[in-house]
């Protein structure tokens, strides 16, 4: 069993960053899989990245080259570093985690998940 916990969102700037934290429970979790998908007013959930060991990690194009996904196995600790946030960045950003080594975009793929963090950026 592993749970996780978000941390970070909140109101920022268009052209801002923020980064976001998953802390996840248990000494598998640096095993696992994990990755951050969003979900905004409406809209159905979305991939956005995912990192399976420390430098394996697959973003979805409408993030890529902005954010960065990166791990601390040490602190069972994932981050989302997000820059240059544009307004449609705006969602509940929910991190999920599954075993094995392969990163899968869609959320049935993922046995666990994270309460979710708002993340709003303004124009």
């Known amino acids: 069993q592993v749970q996780l916990v978000e941390s970070g969102g909140g109101l920022v700037q268009a052209g801002g960053s923020l980064r976001l934290s998953c802390a996840g429970s248990?000494?598998?979790?640096?095993?696992?899989?994990t990755a951050w998908f969003r979900q905004a007013l409406g809209k159905e959930r979305e991939f956005v990245g995912g990192?399976?060991?420390?430098?394996?990690?697959y973003y979805a194009d409408s993030v890529k080259g902005r954010f960065t996904i990166s791990r601390d196995n040490a602190k069972n600790t994932v981050y989302l570093q997000m820059n240059t946030l544009k307004p449609e960045d705006t969602a509940i950003y929910y991190c999920?985690?599954?075993?094995?080594?392969?990163?899968?975009?869609?959320?049935?793929?993922?046995?666990?998940w994270g309460q979710g963090t708002q993340v709003t950026v303004s124009s």
């Open positions: 248990g000494r598998t979790f640096p095993s696992y899989v």
């Open positions: 999920a985690a599954r075993p094995g080594t392969v990163v899968m975009t869609t959320p049935l793929q993922y046995n666990y």
């Open positions: 990192i399976w060991s420390t430098d394996s990690s």
